[in-house]
């Protein structure tokens, strides 16, 4: 059986969807197959992104932003949203999943503490995303709960 897949999407894939897919190698290696994009990518990763990664050992500063590809979205197992500005058409057979991230500037926390919020939730929901991937085999089209 090969191995599940999942594709993390936001809007500029230089923040969010980087910093999951940075994590989800981490903690899956190649159990995991991952990628991510950007429904409108922006042109570099976000530093305090990139930074916050690093200071737990994850370094996503040579990545770069990608379009999202709808033939990308049709053959992986799952497509994580972060946040709630990315939206992505549902195509049948694929999952779904919106991360309904925290944002930290709501409350007035801005700068690499924000980040290393938003690192802390992404790297939680990761983690129990891996365990649910690898638990589920990659043919089955269930809805991840």
């Known amino acids: ?11 500029k894939n230089g923040g969010k969807s980087q910093m999951a897919a940075g994590l989800m190698r981490q903690v899956a290696g190649d159990r995991v ?18 930074e ?4 737990v050992g994850v370094d996503i500063s040579d990545q770069t932003p990608t379009l ?14 972060l946040g709630r500005e ?4 549902p195509i049948p057979g694929t999952r779904f999943e919106n ?22 939730d992404i790297a939680a929901r990761v983690t129990d995303l891996a365990a649910r991937l690898q638990n589920t085999p990659s043919t089955e089209h269930q809805e991840i709960r």
Do not use: Y
């Open 33 to 50: 197959e991952v990628h991510s994009a950007g429904t409108k990518p922006g042109a570099a990763v976000n530093a305090l992104s990139a």
């Open 68 to 81: 999202l590809d709808p033939q990308l979205v049709e053959g992986v197992d799952l497509v994580v949203t």
């Open 1 to 11: 059986m090969s191995a599940p897949s999942v594709l993390f999407v936001c809007v």
């Open 86 to 89: 990315a939206h992505v058409d």
């Open 52 to 55: 916050s990664l690093l200071e």
């Open 99 to 120: 991360w309904d991230t925290d944002e930290p500037s709501d409350r007035g926390i801005d700068g690499i503490e924000r980040m290393r919020l938003v690192r802390d």
